[in-house]
């Protein structure tokens, strides 16, 4: 079922019917009952090496190895090699993962994942770090992180004797300072002072190019990550070839725009290279191989949803009669959300069943697919885990339809295993003909439906997501650059905004003391009189009797919000929420703009923002008041925004 129709036989006929081919059926396998967990919390991907998983792909390996120095392919005429093997899983887990491993380990060619997370390879996260310390040199994280990594190879000792007790305040002073002291901090100095110098001069491709090739960073990356690291290094360069095509090509704007362009990579691992393939059944559609392992058989598919919800018909109530009598009852598709099982009704339980059913039969099919990879040899072999252990293999199971199956096979051998199980083997020699199937009776002529030939009707477009902080005019421009006091102006608003984020966190006892600790970091640069003035200010917001309940400790931080009005969906955060029995105070920050005296005089920008947050609580809760303020970190003064003034822009968003 899912792989024909219902009540129809299946008939498969392989066009090599007269060649050599081999089928093997290996025993799964079993927990060790001797293994015992470590007496403390485990990472939820930590697998030990007595782990039926690792076990299994170590043995695979362990065979691919034997086969490639040993064995001939009888079909080919040939000793086996790397690339006719091709491992098919059902879904990329911690079993994915120990095989790619385990081949390595074994020092068998492997073509790696057949997709990847660019912005997640390690030598591009290298790369990422060495471009933002050319933009930042005072980051002494991101510096540290740069010099332990590939590219400078420093070890543990080399960056404590920098960063303990260093005179200078920057790690990258400290560097410069103590590179004659060894050379290999001399060369590291000397390559990152070109670095800095040519990052606000070359295009970014231009940038890690120069670096990676005559700078001999990608030989680094190499001797230290592997071969494997060629293709994410070769992906970023493209990267940034590809912004550069678009954008001004600078450093910063690449750094910025590349995770969130750097999606995942599909590799193409049919390319007649000379190493195994470890793929998943989806990305094996449309290719083959002489050799096939099928290793993890004994799982059946998960219902990630089955405590979800569930979508189905229901019967509507006849409407009301018309001209040539009542309607017939009409069925529309509704959602159900049981919770649980328990609280199943006979209509969510059969939609439960339905659901199940679909994705047995796509289990299924998934089975035919990967069974109709192999050219000449297929392996099926699977690991339990301790729930299924004593029982075998699950009924249903991929192992267990091939079990079934492989029944039917005559004759077959029992064959010894090198790890000391015992399997089952069925093979044919060339010129030994196979027993054609049955002839496929004609099928019947059924009329095309009528929409094979019509056009498909346009389908919904979802309406986006409005995000209140980002609405769809324009915000109020920023200061002139020539502007008196901009940055500092700028860095004050920062500083009074991270305040009012954290203070309120603290006893009232304990913020004056806080606020002067971290005013005066000396990475502020604050003269004494200002550390007094700007926590003098924050204090007296935080004081103020009108707005104090918005900054105690029971009100919300960054508070996500979405909902639906009128037909606009709306998706924000809000900087602080207070809820209570009496009523609903959100209050939003502004800085790095002179604010306006009055609420009248606010740009509409922020008061539609205001107002879609207002409208959403209303929403949800619509039997308590929704006062509204923002305030301004720039002054800083708190303006409560009138009820009336809100009402009349969020009437533009309920009325379009």
Known sequence: PGVVEDGRPLHHRARRDDEAGRIELWPPFKPDPKAQSEPWDTPLDYVGQKDPRVRLAETIAAQIRHWIDHEDLSGLGRRIRPGDVMILVRRRNVFFEAMVQALKNADVPVAGADRMMLAEQVAVLDLLALGAFCLLPEDDLTLAAVLKGPLFNFSEDDLFALCWRRQEARLWHELQRRAAEQPHWQAACDELRQLLNRADMVPPFAFYGGMLAAGGGRRRLIARLGSQANEPIDEFLNAALSYERDAAPNLQGFLAWFPRHAGEIKRDLDQGRDEVRVLTVHGAKGLEAPVVILPDCCDLPQDRDGEGLLWGEAPQPPRRPVMGGPRAAQAVPQLYWPMRKDNDTPLTAALRNARRAEQMAEYRRLLYVALTRARDRLYVCGYLNGKTAGNGPPAGSWYDLVSAGFASLQPQQIIALPWGDEGLRYETFPGQRVAAAAPEAEAERIAPPVWLHSPPPPEPAPPRP???????????????????????????????????????????????????????????????????????????????????????????????????????????????????????????????????????????????????????????????????????????????????????????????
Request: hydrophobic share 45%; no cysteine.
């Open 466 to 656: 409005l995000s209140p902080s980002r609405p769809s005019k324009a915000e109020p421009p920023p200061l002139s650059p020539t502007a008196p006091d901009r940055l500092a102006g700028l860095a004050r608003g920062k500083l009074i905004h991270r305040l009012l984020q954290t203070l309120p966190d603290l006893p009232l006892e304990q913020r004056p003391e806080a606020a002067a600790r971290y005013l005066a970091h000396p990475m502020h640069g604050l003269t004494t009189a200002a550390q007094t003035g700007i926590a003098a200010e924050v204090l007296a917001v935080l004081s103020d009797p009108a707005f104090a309940p918005v900054f105690a400790p029971d009100a919300q931080v960054e508070a996500p919000l979405a909902g639906r009005l009128g037909k606009r969906l709306v998706a924000g955060q809000i900087d602080r929420l207070l809820v209570t029995e009496a009523a609903i105070l959100v209050v939003d920050f502004k800085t790095n703009r002179p604010p306006p005296l009055h609420a009248e005089d606010v740009d509409p920008a922020y008061l539609d923002q205001m107002a879609l947050y207002r409208g959403l609580l209303q929403t949800i809760f619509p039997d308590r008041p929704v006062q509204a303020a923002l305030l301004w970190t720039y002054a800083p003064r708190l303006m409560p925004l009138p009820a009336a003034l809100l009402d009349r822009h969020l009437a533009n968003f309920t009325a379009t």
